[in-house]
């Protein structure tokens, strides 16, 4: 009997580690969804600037917003995730 409580206990704790990386695959992407619209927001930003406070700020924003873009993406390709799979899990 204890082995198997100890092969049911090894199985439930790998679904629940499965389950905790889906959820960081998810999260990730909407991270990344959300880093990619600031990025664009940015941009419109630097578009209508006037005056130079405006525009350093506005290229200081494009800056950031992009770098923290490319660091997600960085990190999402450190990852082992299939995007097809997280697309189809974000919309069903």
Do not use: C, H
């Amino acid at each position: 009997m204890k082995w198997k409580f100890w092969v049911r206990s090894k199985k439930q704790a790998a679904l629940k580690q499965k389950k905790t990386e889906l959820q960081e695959q998810l999260e990730l992407y909407a991270e990344i969804e959300t880093a990619k619209q600031e990025w664009d927001n940015a941009q419109r930003y630097f578009e209508y600037a006037l005056g130079k406070d405006q525009i350093d700020y506005a290229v200081f924003a494009m800056a950031a917003a992009e770098k923290r873009y490319e660091m997600l993406i960085r990190k999402a390709k450190r990852m082992p995730v299939k995007w097809s799979n997280l697309k189809g899990g974000l919309s069903g």
